[in-house]
């Protein structure tokens, strides 16, 4: 059984910052890369970013400078740290953990920007 908890979403004004934090527990194995999704209000899921436990990262072109997604494998845990937010970037965020041919996702973290 794996657990995949997230924390640190909120309501934050424009231009603000938030830093989400997930960690995953239980019987995980050879983690291959860990990740953040968002979903808004009737649109499809999207990658934010992404971190392979090699350090390689990859971001959304809407979010390029102003997040940084950071792992610790020994952990288990991967941060989003989220600088000048705008109104756009309200969603829900969700984590992801890849393992081979298995995903595992947290439950996801309201984050709000709004004046």
């Known amino acids: 059984q794996v657990q995949v908890v997230e924390s640190g979403g909120g309501l934050v004004q424009p231009g603000g910052s938030l830093r989400l934090s997930c960690t995953a527990s239980g019987s995980i194995f050879s983690i291959d890369a860990m990740g953040w999704y968002r979903q808004a209000p009737g649109k499809q899921r999207e990658l934010v970013a992404i971190?392979?436990?090699?350090?390689?990262?990859d971001y959304a072109d809407s979010v390029k400078g102003r997040f940084t997604i950071t792992g610790d494998n020994g952990k288990n845990t991967v941060y989003l740290q989220m600088n000048s937010l705008k109104p756009e970037d309200t969603a829900v965020y969700y984590c992801?953990?890849?393992?081979?041919?298995?995903?595992?996702w947290g439950q996801g973290t309201q984050v709000a920007v709004s004046s």
């Open positions: 971190i392979t436990t090699g350090g390689s990262t």
């Open positions: 992801n953990f890849n393992s081979g041919s298995y995903d595992y």
